[in-house]
């Protein structure tokens, strides 16, 4: 085994021989949605954010960071790899929001093929994102440990939706064409730089939890979800509690030399938002 693939398992804290199999994809898949949390700090803090293999593995790995899209299924797209999967990137284009015109393309998630099906993987759309591999089959219904997902397919395209109060909200575009190492490079760069992208107006974290609960943060605003259900909403009363609840809450790792964060950078961050009356201190 591989130091990198050494350094991933013990981050899942994954004891278990890995096969390639679907019961080891769904396994890695939600323990990394557990583990290693969504969050785009280094966008407000700011710092540039590198997708080649060393950048992520120091970062999410070595460091206890989390990551959005391009770190997270980057860094799931190589460990597949290593254990012995079919796998690669693909490119979509975001829908949540009902944008008015097609957006670019600046969600990275993967392709799995596997025993003649093929697959979807995502451990990097937040607190909606996929928490299982779900089949590339078009309008079928599919469980997984935090949601009910399906497919929608029009020819080349296909648009990933979830179950919400009854009602299906489409989350992402996509087509299975080939990407480049360049093309994730630009999403990224476009994502952390554009002055629209919301990665720059707010705090966003989410960790998911093995009982089917979640985790998430904005701002200030921290939500624990049990199924679906608010178990506890609470406004952070300071920058302090708010250090405290990424490390404690969301296990994000602080003390990195290259990329850990101290409690006043955290408060240069939030003091950019007026959205809490403490968020200088």
Aim: hydrophobic share 40%.
């Amino acid at each position: 085994m591989s130091p990198f693939l050494t350094a991933y398992f013990s981050r899942l804290h994954w004891t278990q021989p890995s096969a390639v199999d679907l019961d080891t994809l769904r396994e890695l898949h939600l323990r990394h949605n557990c583990t290693i949390p969504f969050e785009n700090l280094d966008v407000l803090l700011p710092r540039e954010i590198q997708l080649d293999d060393q950048s992520l593995e120091d970062k999410l790995l070595t460091a206890q960071r989390g990551g959005y899209c391009f770190e997270q299924n980057g860094l799931f797209e190589r460990a597949l790899k290593e254990v012995g999967f079919n796998v690669r990137s693909i490119l979509g284009r975001v829908v949540l929001a009902n944008p008015p015109q097609m957006p670019p393309r600046t969600h990275r998630l993967l392709l799995v093929e596997l025993a003649g099906e093929r697959w979807i993987a995502d451990v990097g759309f937040g607190g909606q994102t996929l928490t299982a591999p779900i089949r590339l089959l078009a309008d079928k219904e599919q469980s997984t440990p935090h949601g009910v997902y399906r497919l929608l397919n029009e020819g080349n395209d296909w648009i990933l939706q979830f179950l919400h109060h009854d009602h299906w909200q489409s989350m992402y575009q996509f087509d299975l064409g080939n990407q480049y190492f360049t093309d994730y490079v630009m999403g990224n760069f476009w994502s952390a730089h554009w002055p629209q992208s919301h990665f720059r107006h707010h705090l966003l974290v989410c960790r998911h939890l093995p009982d089917g609960g979640k985790l998430t943060l904005t701002n200030f605003q921290f939500t624990h979800w049990d199924n679906g259900h608010t178990a506890e909403k609470r406004t952070l009363p300071d920058v302090e509690s708010l250090y405290l609840l990424l490390q404690d809450s969301f296990g994000l790792g602080v003390d990195d030399n290259k990329n850990g964060f101290t409690l006043a950078d955290l408060a240069a961050v939030m003091s950019a938002f007026d959205t809490h009356p403490q968020a200088g201190k």
